[in-house]
Each structure stands twice: as structure tokens, then as C-alpha cells.
């Protein structure tokens, strides 16, 4: 029998070899497979959503920001076309390449750039990058004819916000600014997301979440080089709601060109509801500039230099109202019984007030004999220097409370500061000292520790003329579409003041008087032809009065030891429909030649134009 050639160890070799093999090729399958099934079902998602992120692109739409009207319907703040351009940290290769690329292109500062990408392009490497804001059309043109060598760069249309008349109102509307990330995860701001542009102050701010809007967004195909080929969805942006504000265009243009060059406020309220028909403080902004952002520099220049541009001196501003305020101590001295209107004060231009404090009247002359009407009409000092020993610092306290002084109105834009009244508790707290008899002499013709805003001011000439009602100020008409609202305005009344029909109708007429008496009257110059206006001037020392006439011995004063103007006024006297607080820091001259001129100009402006109708 012949032998196979293998003996029996060959074939026990050639077997266990076999099942080696065998062993190896099964175990590779496994770990093919393995792979395959890691790959295909435990990470097919996410390779399939980064598959779809180089394929298809979530293009963002957002909102067009609603728009801001007058009284009348006039558009004060619009939207228009812009283009922004963005940076996909995932499609870039090279960054320090592609960042010098656009640097050489565009004005880009590719450290800032650097500084967005920061940690959100780590954390979300498919979410485009803000990096250039509203584009110019050169810009935009020089881009789009290099986007293919430009990887990861997109360019998205954006409606940017657009102030038509600049510096118009721009502390009541307010301005833009970047979302901060604290912002973002503070969760009020929800619908936002980083880059996105949101109100940060005035009206702008009040209501950003109903004029943001509902953003859109749509699913854009590329290809590899990142250029868009077909939109295959799309759902559309929701513009945000309109606003109407209480304010006459017109009326508060006047009011801006009455303040150019001059630092100041004015308001100009409806005594009879309390809406805001003008809202100027000067120096103003535009609120344009701060769309593309300020950069560090520009920021400190604007808050530190000395017009304070962004400082709300409607409501922000605290002054002592000087004259103004006689208003007040007339109203309690009548009401407390301490003088009888008709009692006569003889005016030498002095008067002295104890063993050796002796005051001044700002008439040298003096004014002679002057009873109450005379000494409203003709701001006699010395005639409230009496009431002033015959009142105490808290009876003329409540009655400036009652006026709506020395707390806020309760207006809803901005940061209002509640302005202040003394007491003799007040005093003692803050300064630690008892309250002076000497001291009420000043709080009688408005200086001393008192404190007021124009706000507070146009409040208080209001109550004096509407029956003594004190309305919240308000300055949004409306809320909403063209046809449906979410907002609408509605007087608020905040309180009233407590005194008679007789003594108030006394002061009113001192207050036409002031405006139309032959002689003697203050404010002459805000006289309109035909109209019956009220008021009252004021004049604020900044400086002593011994300093201010040795600065004028040298030579002229400097600005900022100049008085400050006020005047308040409201007419028709008979039927009120505009009522007035004038301020004009450092004017160097009385309410009666730097505010009043002022107020006739906008009764004529406002009334003047109703009487046409």
C-alpha cells in the first residue's frame, strides 16, 4: 500500500494551521463588521449630520426690527438693506491665512476677529461667526468676486436699523448695541442669538421683545467650496411690532433747534394726560454710530468728555429749580394761612433775615411795595425771603411732595432720578447736622439742597392749570400692526395736589401776569400773539454770588460758573393743551432772556399750527 506523502504529524500540522487561518479570517470579518456596525448605527447620526452640514447649510433670516412713527404717522426710525459677513470655523483650513486674506481686502482688524472666534468655534464649529457688520457696497462687491478662494466665508443679508433724522430725540428712542453673552444666558432674551443687534436704551429697550420679531431661517445646498447651489427650504422672517410715540415731530425739532449749541432739556407734556409731545436733551447723539459698535477709544471720549452727550437731562439731570420753585412756597403760605394775598412787603433790594445774614434781591433796585401777584409777576426775592421765616422746611416739604417733587413720575424709558427735597430729617440723616432756619430762606426762592428735573417741572405747571391732577408721563402711543394693538395708551393718574380752587386760581393769575403784565413781568418774552400763556422764570446761581462778582471783576466768567435758566409755562391759560419746562444750563442770563424766547417759539410752533387745522 502506498503511502499519500503526509504522514500523520503533517496532517495534524497542516489541520492546526488551517484552524489558524480560519481563526484570523473570522476574527478580521469581526472587526470589520464591528467597525462597520460603529461606524453605520452607533455613530451614523452624527456622521450623517456633519455630512449634511458640508452639504446643506442653516441659513439664519432674521427679523426686520419694527419701525418707530410720531403722533402723526411720521417715520422716525426705519430698516435697510445690509450685508454681514461671517466666518465658518468648520470650513476653514488655513485661518491665519484666510484672516490675512480678508485684512488685505476689507478694513478688518484680524485680532478682533480672533477674539469672537474665541471658544464658540470649538463649541460650534458649523454656527457661522459675525465678523464684519454691514458691509459697504465695495466691500460687498470685492468679496463676492473672491468668495471661491475665500473657504468658509459667507455673506448673509441683514436688515440694519436706520435713525432717519440722526440725533432726533435719540434719548427718548434710545440705540442699538451687540447682545453681550451675559445677555444671552441671562434667558429674557430669548429668539436671540450672538451678534444680534438689541435695544439698550430708551424706547428701543423698553420694547425689544415685541419689535425684534420672529427670525426665519432657511436650508441652503453647497458644495464643496462652500458656494450656495439651491435653496431648498425656507421659512420667512416675522418683522417686529411698530411703535408709535406721543411726540409731534415738528414740535420736538423746534425744541432740538431751540437747544443747538446750548446744553439744556426741554419737555413738553398734554397737561390734560400726561403724553410726552417733545423730549429734547442737548447735547444729543446719533444713534447711528453705534450700530457697528464704538470702539474702546470713541466710548471713553463719549462718556467722558465734559457735555456728557449721553446723559438724559429730561429725567436724569437733577438741578435747583431757582424761581420755579415760588410756584411751591406761594401754594403752601396761602394754604397754611401764614400771609394774606393782598398783605404788602416793601422791596429795598435787601432784606435782612437775621442779626448779620443779609440777602439780596437779583433786582439792585429793588421792587418797591408787592403783594403776592406782584411778587410772582416780578420774581421779588425778598417778598419770599418773608415767607421763607414764616414757613418751616418741612411744611414747604409736603407741599413740593404734593406737586409731584422729590420722587420719581414714574416714567417708564430710561434711568429717571427722583430729584430731592429736604427735610429737617433728611439733614440730620445725610449730613449729620440740624436744619438752619437761615437754610429755609434759600429753600424759599429755590436753592438750598433742593432738586428737580424738567420732567418734574413740566408735572408741576401742569397740575398748577389741569384742576391739580398729576399724570404718569408717557411717551408710546401705540403698540402693534397697522391694525391690531398690544399696547395703547390710556392717562394714568398718579396724584393730585391738595389745595383750593381759590388759592390756586390766586397763583394762576400771578402766572399770566408773569407772561402778560405791562410792567414788571418776567417772562414777557414768551408772549404769543393771540394766545394767553402762564409761566414762571428761574434763575440757578452755579457759584456764589460774592465769586461770580469777583470772576466778572477779571474779566468774563468762565461757562461753568454761569447761572442756569428755567422757565415753566403752559397755555392757553383758559384751556391748557401745552404745557412746558425749559432748562438752559450755564446760559449766563435769567429765564426771562434765555428759556422764555424758547417757550414762545414752541407754543407758536404747536399751537399755532392746531389753530390752522
Not at 80 to 105: A, D, F, G, K, V
Not at 287 to 299: M, Q, R, V, Y
Not at 319 to 336: H, N, Q, T
Request: glycine residues 8%.
Amino acid at each position: 500500500m502506498r503511502s499519500s506523502g503526509f504522514d500523520a504529524v503533517s496532517i495534524e500540522i497542516l489541520n492546526r494551521r488551517l484552524k489558524i487561518i480560519t481563526i484570523c479570517v473570522i476574527a478580521a470579518f469581526v472587526v470589520l463588521a464591528s467597525r462597520l456596525w460603529f461606524l453605520q448605527i452607533l455613530n451614523g447620526p452624527s456622521y450623517r449630520d456633519q455630512s449634511d452640514h458640508n452639504r446643506i447649510r442653516l441659513q439664519d433670516i432674521p427679523p426686520a426690527r419694527g419701525k418707530i412713527f410720531d403722533r402723526n404717522g411720521e417715520l422716525l426710525v426705519d430698516n435697510r438693506p445690509s450685508y454681514n459677513l461671517y466666518i465658518i470655523p468648520e470650513e476653514i483650513q488655513h485661518r491665519e491665512q484666510l484672516l490675512e486674506s480678508l485684512r488685505r481686502l476689507i478694513d478688518l482688524d484680524p485680532e478682533e476677529v480672533k477674539t469672537r472666534f474665541g471658544k464658540a468655534s470649538r463649541l460650534y464649529p458649523f454656527k457661522p461667526i459675525l465678523v464684519k457688520r454691514d458691509m459697504s457696497r465695495k466691500e460687498l462687491a470685492v468679496i463676492e468676486t473672491q468668495l471661491f478662494d475665500l473657504p468658509g466665508v459667507d455673506i448673509q443679508p441683514h436688515p440694519q436699523r436706520h435713525y432717519i433724522h440722526k440725533c432726533f430725540a435719540s434719548h427718548l428712542i434710545g440705540y442699538l448695541g451687540e447682545i453681550s453673552e451675559e445677555q444671552l444666558n441671562s434667558g429674557e432674551y430669548d429668539g436671540n442669538k450672538a451678534g444680534d443687534l438689541i435695544g439698550k436704551d430708551g424706547v428701543e429697550k423698553k420694547w425689544q421683545k415685541d419689535m425684534f420679531g420672529i427670525r426665519g431661517g432657511a436650508q441652503v445646498e453647497r458644495d464643496a467650496a462652500g458656494r450656495n447651489l439651491k435653496v431648498m427650504s425656507r421659512k420667512p422672517a416675522t418683522p417686529g411690532l411698530n411703535v408709535w410715540l406721543t411726540i409731534d415731530k415738528n414740535l420736538q425739532m423746534t425744541a432740538e433747534a431751540a437747544l443747538a449749541e446750548k446744553r439744556g432739556a426741554i419737555v413738553a407734556l398734554d397737561p390734560n394726560n400726561g403724553e410726552i409731545l417733545a423730549f429734547a436733551s442737548s447735547p444729543a447723539f446719533d444713534p447711528n454710530a453705534f450700530i457697528d459698535g464704538l470702539d474702546k477709544t470713541e466710548w471713553e471720549r463719549i462718556n467722558s468728555t465734559e457735555n456728557t452727550p449721553l446723559l438724559n437731562r429730561a429725567i436724569s439731570g437733577q438741578y435747583p429749580p431757582g424761581s420755579i420753585f415760588k410756584i411751591v412756597v406761594a401754594m403752601a403760605a396761602l394754604e397754611e394761612g401764614v400771609i394774606d394775598p393782598e398783605e404788602e412787603v416793601y422791596c429795598t433790594g435787601t432784606a435782612r433775615v437775621g442779626r448779620k445774614d443779609v440777602r439780596s434781591c437779583w433786582k439792585k433796585g429793588g421792587h418797591g411795595k408787592v403783594s403776592l401777584y406782584e411778587a410772582i409777576v416780578g420774581s421779588c426775592d425778598v417778598y419770599f425771603y418773608k415767607l421763607g421765616q414764616l414757613l418751616d422746611v418741612d411744611t414747604i416739604a409736603r407741599y413740593s411732595k404734593t406737586f409731584g417733587l422729590g420722587k420719581k413720575t414714574g416714567f417708564e424709558i430710561g434711568s429717571e432720578k427722583p430729584g430731592l427735597v429736604p427735610t429737617s430729617e433728611w439733614k440730620l440723616k445725610n449730613r449729620h447736622e440740624p436744619w438752619q432756619a437761615g437754610e429755609t430762606i434759600s429753600l424759599a426762592i429755590g436753592q438750598s439742597f433742593l432738586q428737580v428735573t424738567p420732567l418734574q417741572a413740566a408735572g408741576m405747571i401742569s397740575a398748577m392749570f389741569n384742576g391739580g391732577y398729576l399724570y404718569q408721563p408717557k411717551a408710546v402711543k401705540r403698540v402693534g400692526k397697522d391694525e391690531t394693538s398690544v399696547y395703547e395708551f390710556t392717562p394714568t393718574l398718579k396724584g393730585q395736589v391738595k389745595a383750593s380752587l381759590e388759592n390756586m386760581e390766586l397763583i394762576k393769575k400771578a402766572l399770566i401776569g408773569v407772561v402778560h403784565e405791562t410792567q414788571g413781568s418776567t417772562g414777557r418774552r414768551a408772549r404769543v400773539k393771540g394766545i394767553s400763556v402762564a409761566g414762571k422764570t428761574g434763575t440757578v446761581q452755579v457759584v456764589g454770588l460774592k465769586k461770580t462778582e469777583a470772576l466778572e471783576e477779571e474779566g468774563e466768567i468762565p461757562v461753568k460758573f454761569r447761572d442756569h435758566a428755567w422757565f415753566v409755562a403752559i397755555a392757553p391759560a383758559e384751556d391748557p393743551a401745552l404745557a412746558l419746562a425749559i432748562l438752559v444750563e450755564h446760559a449766563g442770563e435769567g429765564g426771562s432772556r434765555a428759556a422764555a424766547p424758547i417757550a414762545k417759539e414752541m407754543f407758536e410752533a404747536y399751537l399755532g399750527k392746531e389753530q390752522d387745522v
